[in-house]
């Protein structure tokens, strides 16, 4: 098996079929070695949206900053309010400005005017002479009050490198004066699909550039005739995708031509099933992942394969981009012990239930399926009512999992 | 309570305080009981990723189009290889079409070659003389095959309506040749955001943008100063949500000013913290929702009240869009019973430790936070140690949950 990682020791394999197939693990392992120079780029904070911070961000002033009212109702001094009850209420003076045995109206959010120390709230004070209102409850200093720099420290870390920003980042970063942040460039990804154009190419074509943009990058490229052509013009990539003519047949191009133009073949045949005929190579120093033609193999090589590379390009987490949960399964699931099977399961009441084998699915029973399970190579399945992972394809808003 | 409903009752709160503050079922049930004209559209289905149809789309011919090579092998009639075994090779002659006792070249995908009923694989051959091979195993009819119509009949569902589509519709419809497909109009969404321009109402303009976009809505408007106008403009809109100036100040004129231009206020103050100064009311047929200025309070009224509308108008699920899980709890939390709380957490090791109370957390607590623990009305809080459902900011690629 050494000997297919050395890229001297690619052969053509069509006609002949896969001698061996590599372990998806040491796929992996290969994808997260691959060097590469991380781009960054500096845009406007407010349209930074999901992408991947490049720098930690820390705070440039308090926040908040200045001592705040917390909730809406007076500012006091706390001693004034000491030993304040329902059965001993004090009167204090309404005020515009702060002082001895003076209150002032504020609102939640308003700068705290300089001399109170605590806000009593609406509820606690009660009816009083024009001009004057009593406290019923005794204020401790701080109470009613978000003070400055409580939220957050100038010069604290506020948002660190690697963090894919959220809504309320954009917010933050706003009121910390941020007007740009330096993010990970979008890895561009070519896109070359062995056509004719029209046919099931087109379909392979628009689900990758949907993946592709899922995963944080840019795709461009699509369906071609001349596979060589092609791809030798997306060397200008950061990662290059064929898809189609991965196999082991006579019209199987896709790796010979890969070689033709330049690059060169790491592993051809990957031990996993749909998605088996899926090669890694390189041309002039980027990746090139060979994908298979088959909708669901190409669907599952992309996850496997092609999407890890290009979260990590981008910055994001290597981690499958689904929610998982257990469930015990509903139907056991066969497999073979040296190759990882993925395969598609329904969610059934409390149950998964496999509704194809990793072998003969085709794409509609994947777009059937609510996720998958992925059998790791050293097992032969799993048997029926055992607990499995599933990797769900829309995971939101399920109040169901529990930490095991 | 019940003449809270009444927008007739509605009165000026400002410098009064909420009387009383709705229970966010009652919020949640007027939301989805909101009156609206559901509109569609028609687009190119390559383009509609993450889009929900708003029909049901059938199969319009069969997948497979005709009976294919399942695997890379010889195409063959079953009968012939009869008994064929290690100890028994039966002799076939290669050829290019078929016929009784000769084998067919096939490759994954390709049409099945007519007459032959089944594909034995690469390794189901031996050595033979030139021109022919040797079936070492035995195949059964329909073996190796897809056949026609075996992944989805012509006229079966395909992709229900509600389908949010994902890359592999995209595929699947593309091979169906479906190029258009109707989906539901993305929800206009006018942003009214309390100005002026620059200060924190511009964090909170980019953080509603980002979270209007993420539900499937349009987001259109911003920061504005003069309230009335802009409330009066939105009406094109098919959601309204103003941000800022909600409370009982006396600054606070999103509710009479939403009155004003001919709106009606349905509930003003929400038994939920942060975000109790929310209001919901209506204009010209339309919902207004008036969350508040506070980020955080904004952040949580978006995400409990406005994103729960705008999901349910762009037909998208009502859940809220966090995968879950449950954790035990680091440290108790407490709350009021009569009131949600919505409590930002953090994730260490095993646990889920609150970092702030519903009450004083501001916008960079939320920012810290992994997830959101919901701490409903019925509970006055949670121990230490008890098992809650965490609803997370980033749940992808977390194989830690199991179905309880």
Same mark, same amino acid.
């Given at each position: 098996m050494?000997?297919?990682?050395?890229?001297?020791?690619?052969?053509?394999?069509?006609?002949?079929?896969?001698?061996?197939?590599?372990?998806?693990?040491?796929?992996?392992?290969?994808?997260d070695a691959a060097p590469f120079v991380p781009a960054c780029e500096t845009m406007p904070a407010a349209q930074a949206i999901g992408r991947v911070l490049a720098a930690d961000v820390s705070a440039s002033r308090d926040l908040p900053t200045t001592d705040r009212a917390a909730i809406d109702g007076f500012a006091v001094r706390a001693g004034d309010t000491e030993s304040a009850g329902i059965y001993n209420p004090l009167l204090l003076a309404l005020s515009d400005s702060p002082g001895a045995g003076s209150a002032v109206p504020v609102f939640a959010g308003a700068p705290l005017p300089p001399g109170a120390d605590a806000v009593v709230a609406f509820s606690s004070v009660s009816g009083s002479a024009?001009?004057?209102?009593?406290?019923?409850?005794?204020?401790?200093? %701080?109470?009613?009050? =978000?003070?400055? #720099?409580? @939220?957050? *420290?100038? /010069?604290a870390m506020a948002l660190c490198r690697g963090r894919r920003l959220r809504p309320p980042d954009l917010a933050l970063l706003a009121m910390l004066g941020i007007e740009d942040v330096t993010v990970f460039a979008r890895p561009r990804t070519r896109l070359v699909v062995a056509g004719p154009k029209g046919g099931d190419a087109e379909a392979l074509a628009a689900m990758l550039r949907a993946l592709v943009v899922r995963d944080g990058g840019v795709p461009s490229g699509g369906v071609c005739k001349w596979f060589g052509?092609?791809?030798?013009?997306?060397?200008?990539?950061?990662?290059?995708?064929?898809?189609?003519?991965?196999?082991?047949?006579?019209?199987?191009?896709?790796?010979?031509?890969?070689?033709?133009? %330049?690059?060169?073949? =790491?592993?051809? #045949?990957? @031990?996993? *099933?749909? /998605?088996?005929?899926?090669?890694?190579g390189r041309l002039r120093g980027k990746v090139v992942l060979l994908l298979p033609g088959s909708p669901l193999a190409c669907l599952i090589a992309y996850d496997m394969l092609a999407g890890r590379l290009i979260r990590r390009l981008g910055g994001f987490s290597l981690d499958l981009p689904y929610p998982c949960a257990t469930y015990p399964l509903g139907r056991k699931i066969v497999s073979a012990i040296g190759i990882t099977d993925v395969v598609p399961v329904a969610l059934a009441g409390e149950a998964a239930v496999p509704i194809a084998s990793a072998e003969s699915a085709e794409l509609a029973a994947s777009c059937r399926a609510d996720g998958f399970v992925v059998v790791p190579e050293a097992l032969e399945g799993y048997a029926e009512g055992e607990t499995v992972a599933v990797c769900l394809y829309d995971g939101f808003g399920r109040h169901l999992y529990s930490r095991a």
């Open positions: 050494a000997e297919a990682d050395s890229p001297s020791a690619w052969r053509d394999i069509r006609g002949v079929g896969f001698a061996e197939r590599a372990p998806l693990a040491r796929a992996w392992a290969w994808l024009p001009g004057h209102l009593q406290v019923i409850v005794e204020a401790a200093a %701080g109470e009613g009050i =978000a003070p400055r #720099g409580g @939220a957050l *420290r100038a /010069g052509e092609a791809i030798a013009m997306a060397a200008e990539a950061d990662v290059i995708l064929t898809a189609g003519r991965s196999g082991a047949g006579e019209d199987d191009v896709a790796a010979p031509t890969l070689v033709e133009v %330049g690059g060169e073949m =790491a592993m051809h #045949g990957i @031990a996993m *099933r749909p /998605g088996a005929s899926s090669g890694l």
